[in-house]
């Protein structure tokens, strides 16, 4: 069916886009992706559990009346969010010689960029993928939006090339009372787009409301000769951000641990609510059937037995400390393996900066690999952002004279920083003496050199600046013969050079 989606005739497209749609939803990487944006929103696997016991017939049921806690962890939420705080939360510059350039650049890479770029890394940790979306808007600036990748279908040739982007939207509308679904599809190429519309389970057609279709990318109205106006981008503005190389999601590799902790934490907290109470070990009892007398005993705390019965009350030790020992193992592991900084790690009391950038090197790993695929995604935002300033502006500026730089904070330990600032300065002290001690037997520039390296200074620059000074200094003063005589090492002082001496004349020619 997705050959007929190549076509370029509506009513082959529409065809086969309801059977298309249908088979994507229930893939294989659709049901992943759900399963982490369902675990970012708290709604873990332990939400499902349910206890079953055998009764006195050898029937599996459902136990409705046992505690069955269910405690979701948000575990997942936080390794995502790490990640992407770590590389996002400082607004991201975006760099440009050209001043003109700067300022528009400063109008597309705004606030609500950053915002999208946080909700890209953020749904693709998710879903293993996200698509972003490229339009233009009211004011004829382009911008970027994320398309959420589980309504979102790309169409490939036999050669494994993108042809064309469905993306797919159900909206329920009430009609005479009755809610109706409304399925809309659009079909984007690198030429234009087309609408497609249904009803529940009808097939879909070309939306007769929208006019014209297919249209281009962008549409205009021409306000003084009431004519409509359209271009396309040259491409499909659509892109396939990926997480990852294989496109998995972050859960993918704790997903176990998370559940197992979740269990165990679920099943502690059973134990303590079902064995508070005493279990009742009867003898002689003629009444009803156990189920019964498990319920009464539950409801009324009393049994009956005949006269040759009895009750003995039998009390159980909860396995407290194995949960709790499993417990740690598994959080130990889900931060270890889904590559995260478990802030409630306590150590043995060591802060240094090393320590520190030990316990943020998985996630630092991690967050590594996401620069790269984001940095791939600015390129093409970058190109289109450029593109979209030459056609405005009429200009012919270059993607490639923009720069991109990230910002990252992590935990310091300020007092370690400010030791080791006391121990560079300090070494850098005994750097300078030393310098100055040797001077005497040094050439000039040779030391001040030295000197400026210590202090990260231009040599060049310095050097000249002297020059200059001693120059001035010369005109202010005296002749130019004197400016001669008073070289760097005159100026420098004892300890920084040769010692001053007089100038003699030999042979009409001044000397040092």
């Not at 992943?32 to 049921?61: C, H, M, P, Q, T």
């Not at 316990?359 to 790993?365: N, P, Q, T």
């Amino acid at each position: 069916m997705q050959d007929l989606l190549l076509s370029e005739e509506p009513a082959k497209i529409a065809k086969a886009l309801k059977s298309v749609i249908e088979k994507d939803t229930k893939s294989t990487a659709k049901e992943a992706a759900r399963e982490g944006v369902r675990y970012y929103s708290g709604e873990n696997d332990i939400l499902k559990n349910r206890i079953f016991y055998i009764d006195d017939e050898n029937i599996l049921r459902e136990d409705k009346y046992a505690s069955n806690t269910k405690i979701p962890h948000g575990f997942f939420p936080e390794i995502v969010d790490q990640k992407t705080q770590v590389l996002l939360s400082n607004p991201l510059e975006v760099v440009a010689e050209d001043g003109r350039l700067q300022e528009e650049l400063d109008n597309y890479y705004d606030e609500d960029f950053q915002v999208f770029l946080q909700d890209v890394v953020t749904n693709a940790s998710q879903k293993g993928y996200e698509y972003i979306f490229a339009r233009t808007t009211e004011e004829d600036k382009l911008t970027f939006q994320v398309a959420d990748a589980l309504k979102v279908i790309p169409i490939y040739d036999d050669r494994n090339n993108l042809k064309k982007i469905v993306r797919s939207i159900d909206k329920e509308i009430v009609k005479d009372g009755k809610t109706i679904v409304v399925h809309i599809a659009e079909v984007w190429d690198d030429k234009q787009v087309y609408f497609f519309k249904a009803k529940d389970k009808e097939e879909f057609a070309l939306d007769p409301d929208i006019l014209p279709n297919p249209r281009p990318h962008v549409l205009a109205i021409d306000e003084n000769n009431k004519k409509l106006l359209g271009r396309s981008y040259g491409q499909i503005p659509f892109y396939r951000y990926q997480n990852n190389a294989k496109e998995t999601s972050d859960l993918k590799p704790i997903k176990a641990l998370i559940d197992d902790y979740d269990l165990m934490n679920a099943f502690l907290s059973n134990n303590l609510q079902d064995f508070t109470e005493a279990v009742y070990v009867v003898k002689g009892y003629e009444g009803d059937n156990l189920s019964k007398l498990r319920q009464n005993i539950r409801a009324k705390k009393t049994v009956g037995v005949d006269s040759d019965g009895g009750v003995d009350i039998k009390t159980f030790d909860i396995p407290v400390a194995g949960r709790q020992t499993k417990m740690a193992i598994d959080k130990e592991n889900i931060y270890k393996f889904g590559m995260a900084f478990d802030s409630t790690a306590i150590g043995d009391g060591n802060i240094t900066n090393v320590v520190i950038k030990s316990r943020y090197s998985l996630l630092i790993m991690k967050v590594n690999k996401t620069e790269v695929r984001i940095r791939a995604l600015l390129k093409w935002i970058n190109q289109m952002v450029v593109a979209d300033i030459n056609r405005r502006l009429n200009t012919n500026y270059n993607a490639k004279e923009v720069s991109f730089e990230f910002t990252r904070e992590m935990m310091v330990n300020e007092t370690d920083l400010a030791t080791n600032e006391k121990t560079v300065a300090e070494t850098r002290q005994i750097i300078i003496n030393t310098i100055l001690e040797v001077a005497p037997q040094l050439p000039e520039e040779e030391v001040l050199r030295m000197i400026c390296e210590q202090f990260e200074l231009d040599f060049e620059e310095v050097q000249s600046a002297l020059e200059e000074e001693l120059y001035t200094k010369g005109l202010a003063t005296g002749t130019d013969e004197e400016v001669l005589n008073s070289g760097p090492a005159n100026q420098m002082g004892e300890g920084t050079g040769a010692p001053n001496q007089e100038a003699v004349q030999e042979n009409g020619q001044p000397t040092i």
